[in-house]
């Protein structure tokens, strides 16, 4: 199964520092914007999201946008879908890395279980170009429930 889009070859992002600590401005070509700030041990005052924190929104949204595709190409009535993505940093080194990602998907809809789990194995384990960068350095695993039902 293809991925039904080609992404572009360049991108270009521009960051802006925007107070007199460590609170920036993210902007993209489109001119859409996202507020990074750090941690409030170097002067973040939780106006933002922090840049690892992203990384794991970045991971969530390139794999819900892939399983949508995925379960739409499948012909699968999705209604609505929530990602929880938790990850776990290495604590004893510099750079503290994450080592370990686990991705909880909670859809909803009359979908067959067989397909939500090949739309999200093929966005977790082939798809997703964030996940194939972070596999690198850790572990990515998933889970899933549609509704209420049992967690896959």
């Known amino acids: 199964m293809a991925i039904m889009f080609k992404p572009p070859n360049n991108m270009k992002v521009t960051l802006q520092r925007v107070n007199d600590a460590v609170r920036f401005e993210g902007l993209n070509s489109a001119g859409n914007k996202v507020v990074v ?74 979908l067959r279980p067989e397909k939500v789990e090949e739309a999200i194995r093929l966005s977790v384990k082939k798809y997703c170009s964030v996940g194939r960068m972070l596999e690198k350095t850790a572990e990515i695993t998933y889970d899933w429930k549609i509704d209420g039902n049992d967690e896959r």
């Open 37 to 110: 700030e750090g941690s409030p041990e170097i002067g973040g005052e939780g106006q933002g999201m922090r840049p690892m924190e992203l990384l794991l929104i970045s991971l969530a949204s390139c794999s819900s946008m892939d399983v949508v595709s995925i379960l739409k190409k499948m012909r699968q009535p999705l209604e609505d879908m929530r990602l929880e993505i938790e990850g776990r940093r290495a604590t004893e080194q510099v750079p503290a890395v994450f080592t370990n990602i686990h991705l909880h998907f909670i859809l909803k809809g009359d």
